[in-house]
C-alpha cells in the first residue's frame, strides 16, 4: 500500500503552531510574573496582571474555536483578531510603552511568521498606527517632555520586529519552494534513471532469450 503522507511535510506543517503557541504562552508567563512582582492599575482600576490574564482568556478562547472550526485554523483568523484585542488591552492600562505594550510586540511578531511579506508589512503598519492612536491619551502624555521621543523609538522597534519577521518569512518561503523544485527534479530524475534501467534489463532479457531456447 501506497502511503500518501509526508512526514517532513506533516512536522513542517505543526511546527509554526506548536512555536508561536509556545512563544505567546511564555511571553505571558513572564509578564504576570513581572505585574505580579511589580503590581500597577490601568485606567478602570483593574490591575496590570488582571488585563494580561484576559488577553490569555481571549487566547484560550480562539484556541479552542480553531480546533473546533476547521475554516478558523488559519493563523489569518486568529491574528486579525487580535490586533483590536490586543489595542484595547494596551489602551485599558496606565503607562505608554509598558509591559502590556509587549503584547505588541508578540501580535505582530506571531502574525508577520504566519502571513505573506505584503500581509506583514500591512500589519505592522496597522500596529503601528493603533499604538500613535493610543499613546496620546494616557494620562500626563506629552510630546514636550519626552513622551514623544519615546513613542517614536518604539515605533522603530515594532517597525524592526515586524518587517524583520517577514523579511525572514519571505525568505524561507524562497527556500522552501527551492528545495521543492530541487526534490522534484530528483526524484523525476530518479524516475527516468528507474526506467532507463528497465529497458535495458527488458533488451538484455530479449537478446538473451533466442540463445537460451535453441
Sequence with gaps: MRRSANPAGSELQRFPDRAL???????????????????ATGRTGLPI???????????LLVELLRHLVRRL????????????????????????????????????????????????????????????????????????????????ARLVLLGVFGFGTAILRRRLALEQEAAGRTRGEGERLGEIDRLRNLFISSVSHDLRTPTSTR
Design 49 to 59: 496582571w488582571a488585563l494580561i490574564l484576559i488577553f490569555a482568556a481571549y487566547l
Design 73 to 152: 485554523h488559519p493563523f489569518t483568523y486568529k491574528y486579525a483578531l487580535g490586533l483590536p484585542v490586543s489595542g484595547l488591552i494596551y489602551f485599558l492600562g496606565a503607562e505608554p510603552g509598558g509591559p502590556l505594550f509587549v503584547l505588541f510586540f508578540l501580535t505582530v511578531v506571531c502574525a508577520t511568521a504566519t502571513s505573506t511579506l505584503r500581509g506583514g508589512l500591512l500589519y505592522t503598519t496597522g500596529v503601528a498606527v493603533l499604538v500613535v492612536i493610543i499613546d496620546p491619551t494616557f494620562p500626563g502624555w506629552s510630546p514636550g517632555e519626552g513622551d514623544f521621543r519615546d513613542l517614536g
Design 21 to 39: 503557541l509556545a512563544l505567546e504562552w511564555g511571553s505571558l508567563a513572564a509578564l504576570l510574573l513581572i505585574t505580579l512582582v511589580q503590581p
